[in-house]
């Protein structure tokens, strides 16, 4: 087996307490508390050192370590500060551990997390607040005292020019102003949360600014000035506090600044033009000339309307002779482009209206001085991915290879050259090398050929893996201000932050080397003094403050509290039996590649086995095939236009490979490319409804007729390969669940909540606390900041009913789900709306408005990997999440659409698991999971270690 470096915690004990409840005939998982090595979409590969996922860390002595099932394997050695009290379980665990098959509901309550100002973890106070995951229990912090404050911070501690990679010059083309020690030692000099406060002159914003977004305000302005290590930063707040608008008021503030400069003093304009030169380009800006244009509302193509005045609005842009230079870029995902639009709209005033450009849809421009017009620029992800020449990654490549080396990865589980040809990854001919470094290419997109002002990254975890082509082509854009906005800046390692630094030009840690030598040595070698030092090196770049962060004693927002019940439930015997089959089918198939030693060779084999388990879980008919089949007419007619030679060979390499390229889990209503690369039929069509047009792998076009199921294929190899049965079994899947013969319990349990909702919010005697019972246990728990989990054994009732209507949001992250789903609900003619990733944007920004303003609607059915983003749906007060995903985090983003700032009534989320299935041990990976980052984030130091599937952590999934 590999070797794997563990994390040692105290959470051990957490875990042998969690064994001794097992119930019997439960499988123990071997490495409980070893890292789980999740990525945001799913798994990682088994052992595979995703660019995101990399080990950094170097092999210590064991003192107190756990033990793992290698010899190899690797021990990290805790600081003493980290020793605490064993923490008690969370009721999902607990509740597997009933072993009576008994449905358990475990109920998280969450309290404003009171954490005492000066108590480090009042709000933004460095490492732990600074990064946001101090864990909470009882509504206290747990901090080590390390992390407290910095003045037990030795600035010898943090002598990276001691450190001979250092010394010897990896960083050495690096000025002495940005040399790294100057950069912590300032940032020691005050580690303490920022307190100033800013405001924009009155008549810009059509609502005030809460007390810490005029924090935030003051802190992202003076982070864009000289004295800052790179202008900009990571606004970092838990999603929902308003980092949307707190960077609409820095748009604000800087250029209603810059305009009264230029109106005051041609000296001021002077400096002001220095501020915004360049620092990339070496030619001086010139003066633009400007043109105010306000937003044309948040509907239709998002065009320019001319504004009232024609006067300058956008400060002190200029063109510097070659690439005109543009305002204000915001980058984010797909589905919450009109949400920012309609931020802009309707939180800036009439008089202080920003021209705003929505750059996306087949029709935009392609020139560079248009998109110069606009104060503010929209756009895409995929669209900057496809525009932008990728920023080269070919000191990171040796990197990879030299430190994976340095850190145990086993050779077996790298990145081979073979596996990326397995994979389909393109291989790199120098035509496309070339043409990636240079933005004067043709094909190199308007938003490559502007100087931007600034560059804003909204969700910026999407880039958090820094050698993808989405990360490198953000890194490619040239601007002068650079912004990552991410309530969940960490998902999976320390390397997360790489990609940030590299993006923010925060140098030195922007090389890897030096991140590696500066970050992640000391850290291995000391992880205490480690991460005081990290600490120190956020802290100059990062704010963040969660919801249960205290400003002079009071929380920063009074948001209703949340409930979180977990809902077990059992299978029908027919669901039983189906199951059951599969699963033992699977443990079958998972010991034959194990007793072949080909584990490795099977990843995706096994990764879609547990897909198919997973499934299993929600409804048998996906693992069956109801879905129908996802692409169109025009895929079956192109298609049938290939060759019988090029249709089986696509249809081999589907078969083969089923790994999705955008959310590397195995992809649901799997698809192919004409360029051969595979997706999942939602995940290929964000790229082409976001008229983005190119594979994200290869760059080539995209389109409906380019994209092929495995039945299309089967149809057009038809005499070989037998599509006719498929097509039969799809009909009888689909007449079986229509005559309800194989009902899922599921499915009855979310109309049962739906029921019950719609009974209790017509009576008369609604609970005002959220459906909490009065004898509630507390039960301390440390994975998540500001929920304490407590037991209940009634079934919760629905929150306070006020005049509106009691609405919805039901997750799942398999669009086959929600097809079943809607069947029901047309069945119990509930009207609900629908989102997920197959439809163009203008459907999606319908579906959400709809759902929050026609009181009919009472239910959103929602795609997770679509929507769990940026999205305001506080007209929900529950939300239901049918299915599990491997990272907490992306559930908590789901939740957190409903619980944010506007959200007026207690939120209750149900989570739907069904027992005794590998949802179990999701759940507990998921315990792992939360672990993972809060070690990440400082509580018990371990993080960027726990990256990996392990052999043993499959073993556990299948109960081997
Ligand atoms: N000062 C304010 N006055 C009124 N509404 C506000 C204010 N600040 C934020 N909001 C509202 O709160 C909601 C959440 O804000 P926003 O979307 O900016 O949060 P966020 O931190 O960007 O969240 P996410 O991380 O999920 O994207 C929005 O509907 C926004 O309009």
């Known amino acids: 087996m590999d070797s794997a470096i563990e994390i040692s915690s105290d959470s051990d004990v957490e875990i042998q307490e969690t064994r001794t409840n097992l119930p019997q005939g439960s499988t123990l998982r071997p490495h409980f508390v070893r890292g789980a090595s999740l990525n945001a979409n799913g798994l990682t590969r088994m052992g595979l050192p995703l660019p995101s996922s990399r080990n950094g860390f170097e092999a210590k002595p064991v003192t107190n370590g756990y033990i793992g099932s290698s010899q190899q394997d690797v021990k990290r050695v805790l600081p003493p500060s980290l020793t605490r009290p064993p923490m008690p379980l969370r009721p999902d665990i607990v509740g597997a551990s009933n072993g009576n098959g008994s449905q358990f509901r475990g109920v998280y309550t969450v309290t404003p997390a009171v954490s005492a100002p000066g108590n480090f973890g009042g709000g933004y106070g460095g490492f732990h607040d600074g990064m946001g995951m101090g864990r909470v229990i009882n509504g206290d912090r747990l901090f080590p005292p390390s992390g407290a404050h910095g003045a037990g911070a030795s600035t010898s501690h943090f002598n990276g020019g001691s450190d001979p990679l250092h010394r010897n010059g990896m960083g050495e083309d690096r000025s002495s102003e940005n040399d790294e020690r100057l950069i912590y030692q300032a940032a020691l000099q005050n580690l303490n949360q920022p307190k100033s406060e800013v405001d924009l002159p009155d008549g810009l914003l059509s609502v005030p ?218 291989k790199k001919s120098k035509k496309r090398g070339k043409k990636n470094a240079d933005e004067s290419d043709p094909d190199c997109g308007a938003l490559a050929k502007v100087g931007w002002l600034r560059v804003v990254l909204d969700e910026a975890q999407t880039i958090k893996n820094h050698r993808t082509q989405v990360a490198r082509a953000c890194c490619g854009l040239r601007a002068k201000r650079r912004w990552c906005l991410s309530g969940t800046p960490i998902q999976n390692t320390i390397d997360d932050l790489y990609s940030y630094f590299r993006f923010l030009r925060y140098d030195p840690y922007a090389v890897y080397k030096s991140f590696y030598s500066t970050i992640k040595v000391p850290i291995s070698r000391n992880s205490q003094i480690g991460y005081k030092k990290l600490q120190a090196i956020l802290k100059a770049i990062m704010l963040r403050r969660t919801k249960g962060t205290l400003l002079d004693g009071q929380p920063i927002i009074n948001l209703p509290p949340k409930t979180i019940n977990l809902s077990k439930v059992d299978f029908s015997v027919e669901e039983r039996s189906f199951y059951t089959k599969l699963e033992s089918d699977s443990r079958s198939q998972f010991k034959a590649y194990a007793d072949a030693g080909t584990l490795n060779q099977n990843y995706a084999n096994i990764l879609l086995m547990l897909l198919r388990l997973r499934q299993a879980c929600d409804h048998p008919q996906l693992v069956k095939g109801f879905s129908s089949d996802s692409v169109g007419k025009e895929s079956e007619k192109a298609a049938k236009k290939l060759s019988r030679e090029v249709c089986v060979s696509l249809l081999n390499r589907l078969e083969s490979s089923p790994i999705c390229r955008a959310c590397n889990d195995p992809p649901e209503a799997p698809v192919i490319t004409l360029c051969g690369h595979i997706f999942c039929y939602q995940c290929v069509s964000e790229y082409i409804t976001g008229d983005e047009n190119s594979c994200p792998v290869c760059r080539e076009q995209l389109a409906h007729d380019v994209v092929f199921s495995k039945s299309t294929l089967r149809t057009c190899a038809a005499d070989d390969i037998g599509c006719s049965s498929s097509s039969h079994a799809k009909g009888l899947n689909k007449a079986a669940f229509q005559n309800g013969e194989f009902s899922s319990s599921k499915i009855k349990t979310v109309l049962d909540i739906l029921q019950s909702l719609s009974n209790q919010g017509r009576g008369p005697n609604s609970t005002q606390n959220g459906g909490m019972p009065s004898s509630s246990l507390p039960y301390d728990v440390d994975d998540d900041d500001d929920v304490t989990i407590i037991e209940q054994t009634s079934v919760p009732s629905t929150p306070p009913c006020n005049q509106a209507p009691v609405k919805t949001i039901i997750f799942s992250q398999w669009t086959s789900m929600l097809d079943v789903l809607e069947f029901s609900l047309n069945e119990k003619t509930i009207e609900f709306r629908r989102l997920d990733g197959t439809m163009s944007l203008a459907a999606r920004d319908r579906a959400v408005k709809e759902f ?44 957190d659409r409903a619980h944010r700032i506007g959200q007026t009534r207690p939120v209750t989320v149900t989570r739907i698991t069904i027992t005794n299935t590998v949802e179990d041990r999701i759940l507990a990976l998921q315990e792992e999971k939360r672990a993972m980052v809060a070690s990440a984030f400082g509580e018990d130091h371990g993080g960027g270690s726990a990256t990996r599937l392990t052999v043993d952590d499959l073993k556990y999934l299948f109960m081997v």
């Not at 308003?242 to 304009?269: D, F, Y």
């Not at 929602?862 to 999440?881: F, P, Q, R, T, Y």
């Open 209 to 426: 600014l809460m007390k810490h977004q005029k924090i935030a305000l003051a802190w992202m302005f003076q982070k864009e000035t000289r004295s800052a290590p790179c202008l900009g930063g990571i606004l970092a707040d838990d999603q929902g506090l308003g980092k949307t608008i707190s960077t609409i008021a820095l748009i604000l503030k800087q250029m209603h600044e810059a305009k009264s400069k230029s109106e005051n003093s041609s000296n001021q304009v002077a400096e002001a033009l220095d501020l915004d030169a360049d620092d990339e380009s070496e030619n001086p800006f010139v003066k633009q000339e400007s043109k105010a244009i306000s937003v044309n509302g948040v509907n239709g193509s998002f065009g320019m309307k001319k504004g009232k005045d024609e006067e300058a609005s956008t400060s002190t842009r200029k063109f510097n002779g070659k690439r005109p230079a543009a305002g204000t870029l915001i980058v984010c995902p797909a589905s919450v482009v009109r949400q920012w639009a309609r931020e802009l709209d309707e939180k800036v005033t009439e008089e202080a209206k920003l021209s705003v450009l929505i750059y996306h849809g087949g029709n935009r421009t392609k020139d560079p001085t248009e998109l110069a017009k606009y104060d503010v620029v929209m756009t895409t992800y995929a669209i900057v991915s496809n525009e932008v020449p990728k920023k080269a990654l070919k000191d990171d490549d040796e990197n990879d290879e030299k430190y994976a080396d340095n850190h145990g990865l086993a050779s077996g589980f790298s990145m081979s050259k073979k596996r990326k040809e397995v994979l389909g990854a393109p």
């Open 852 to 895: 929050s303003n026609d009181p009919d609607v009472k239910v959103m059915i929602m795609s997770l990997k679509a929507g769990n983003l940026g999205l305001n749906m506080v007209a929900a007060s529950h939300v239901i999440l049918l299915d599990l995903w491997w990272n907490p985090t992306t559930e908590d983003q789901a939740i």
